[in-house]
């Protein structure tokens, strides 16, 4: 007989066998992540012909990625930032859109971990402090001429994530399925009028 036409008790115990252990181990996996990235503050400040972009994280690796880090894999986080100006007829217009990168390393001959963003580097000598410098965001950028519209609401999001297309290809296979290896904010989005 077929299991979809046994009785409710066999039913039950097929679903018990097969969806009770995906269950626990989705909440064992949940509690014992203890690693991510949250989002706790952010603003946007604009000016005539600029926007100064502020945002504090909490970032928190997770075990593989700093022994990864502490081997010598450097490690790429990319902050996305957008607003758009929501429209009831059309699609959203978007206003402005940029994404940083930051490369996160660590160098076992002189000892200190890295931060470099464009041609711009600065060494640390412990892995907090180069975390707790990443998680103060504090950066200016310029405004195309009329992209924003005064006394209209657009809404902001921000993201910061780690970026594992940039890993090696090993590094980047494991990652593709292992939650230790995804690292990042959910979107954090708030309002803003100039």
Do not use: C
Request: proline share 6%; hydrophobic share 45%; net charge positive.
């Amino acid at each position: 007989m077929p299991f979809w036409k046994r009785p409710d008790a066999t039913l039950r115990r097929w679903f018990a066998l097969i969806l009770l252990p995906l269950l626990l181990g989705a909440a064992g996996a949940a509690s014992a992540q203890g690693h991510g990235i949250d989002v706790r503050r952010a603003a946007v400040s604009i000016a005539d012909d600029h926007y100064v972009l502020e945002a504090d994280f909490d970032i928190a690796l997770s075990a593989p990625l700093e022994e990864a880090l502490n081997k010598g894999i450097p490690l790429y986080f990319v902050l996305e930032f957008e607003m758009v100006r929501p429209r009831w007829y059309w699609f959203n217009d978007r206003a402005v859109s940029t994404q940083q990168t930051y490369r996160l390393s660590y160098s076992a001959l002189t000892r200190q971990y890295r931060i470099g963003f464009g041609a711009f580097y600065q060494n640390y000598p412990s892995l907090g402090e180069a975390l707790q410098v990443m998680s103060r965001l504090r950066r200016r950028y310029d405004l195309d001429p009329g992209a924003l519209s005064r006394g209209t609401a657009y809404i902001a999001a921000l993201r910061l994530r780690l970026d594992i297309s940039q890993l090696p290809r090993p590094f980047n296979l494991n990652a593709l399925g292992s939650r230790e290896w995804s690292l990042g904010s959910d979107w954090h989005r708030w309002t803003v009028m100039p």
